[in-house]
Nanobody, 119 residues
Framework: QVQLVESGGGLVQAGGSLRLSCAAS????????MAWYRQAPGNQRELVAT???????TYSDSVKGRFTISRDTAKKTVYLQMSSLKPEDTAVYYC?????????????WGQGTLVTVSS
């Protein structure tokens, strides 16, 4: 089974930066897609960014140019570097893994980490 542990959330002022980490229990090349989602109070969970086992990345329009998803395969960790943060970025951020050797058609979620951006 794949387990994910997020860290790095906190309180930051608008315009600031924060880096989230997601440590996986399995080698990243065994997971088809790693992703970051977020859920603000009263809103549905939304996709923020993805990175594939081949290293390809995608971003939602709302974060493109401000957020960067990356990985360290040796540390089995995926990062989300967030810059130029806005109050509307406030949410619980979740790491997600889907597909690959151990998951097949399934997906798993981390416990979430809260990011609060003050104006």
């Amino acid at each position: 089974q794949v387990q994910l542990v997020e860290s790095g959330g906190g309180l930051v002022q608008a315009g600031g930066s924060l880096r989230l980490s997601c440590a996986a229990s399995k080698l990243l090349f065994t997971i088809d897609v790693m992703a970051w989602y977020r859920q603000a109070p009263g809103n549905q969970r939304e996709l923020v960014a993805t990175i594939t086992s081949a290293g390809g990345t995608t971003y939602s329009d709302s974060v493109k140019g401000r957020f960067t998803i990356s990985r360290d395969t040796a540390k089995k960790t995926v990062y989300l570097q967030m810059s130029s943060l806005k109050p509307e970025d406030t949410a619980v951020y979740y790491c997600n893994a889907r597909g690959g050797l151990y998951l097949g058609l399934r997906e798993v979620w981390g416990q979430g980490t809260l990011v609060t951006v003050s104006s």
